[in-house]
T-cell receptor
Framework: QKEVEQDPGPLSVPEGAIVSLNCTYS??????FMWYRQYSRKGPELLMY????GNKEDGRFTAQVDKSSKYISLFIRDSQPSDSATYLCAMSANGGFKTIFGAGTRLFVKA | NAGVTQTPKFRILKIGQSMTLQCTQD?????MYWYRQDPGMGLKLIYYSVGAGITDKGEVPNGYNVSRSTTEDFPLRLELAAPSQTSVYFCASKQDSDSPLHFGNGTRLTVT
């Protein structure tokens, strides 16, 4: 079993839709949770960074962490064609040197 | 502010050739990492370093070597390139163990 599971998609939605992206994990030591956005032929770009359980909002993006279920989510409101990219979840433990990544979900937002 | 810079952007190698992928960061980060990314497989850690002179293996280190003589630079060496090393290689850095990673834009390597 992988430490981090993420549905690779692709996920296709119309412009303006609410997008929900999710990851599950197995290691209860993970405390830091991240979402990265990766455009084609570019490096991953940090979108959201949260510690432990709870919600964090930044503009149209909301990150949720449910440590009891070992489940994290990224919501994108009012999705735009410019949101079309691959979204990677990532997580690490307290004081941990290593960050573990999900496989990434490809998102297409159609105009 | 350049962040993490990787060179070259693209490279084609023949089987058995060697090369060095360059990575430099200008954020004075202590931690530096090399990942490879294959389609549908996410990012796999090759090597990492927590400071100058200190390196350690990740989950897929075979066929690669690294060195860290300065805080800024973390080159990745491929010896005797094999087709299995065809991939996109990303260098990343972070300030400390609890900070998020910052990535470069990658090197696309093809071994034929």
């Amino acid at each position: 079993q992988k430490e981090v599971e993420q549905d690779p998609g692709p996920l296709s939605v119309p412009e303006g839709a609410i997008v929900s992206l999710n990851c599950t994990y197995s290691n209860s030591a993970f405390q830091y949770f991240m979402w990265y956005r990766q455009y084609s032929r570019k490096g991953p770009e940090l979108l959201m960074y949260t510690y432990s359980s709870g919600n964090k909002e930044d503009g149209r993006f909301t990150a949720q962490v449910d440590k009891s279920s070992k489940y994290i989510s990224l919501f994108i409101r009012d999705s735009q064609p410019s949101d079309s990219a691959t979204y990677l979840c990532a997580m690490s433990a307290n004081g941990g040197f290593k960050t573990i990544f999900g496989a990434g979900t490809r998102l297409f937002v159609k105009a | 502010n350049a962040g993490v810079t990787q060179t070259p952007k693209f490279r084609i190698l023949k089987i058995g050739q060697s090369m060095t992928l360059q990575c430099t960061q200008d954020m004075n980060h202590n931690y530096m990492y090399w990942y490879r990314q294959d389609p549908g497989m996410g990012l796999k850690l090759i090597y990492y370093s927590v400071g100058a002179g200190i390196t350690d293996k990740g989950e897929v280190p075979n066929g690669y070597n690294v060195s860290r003589s300065t805080t800024e630079d973390f080159p990745l060496r491929l010896e005797l390139a094999a087709p299995s090393q065809t991939s996109v290689y990303f260098c990343a850095s972070k300030q400390d163990s609890d900070s998020p990673l910052h990535f470069g834009n990658g090197t696309r390597l093809t071994v034929t």
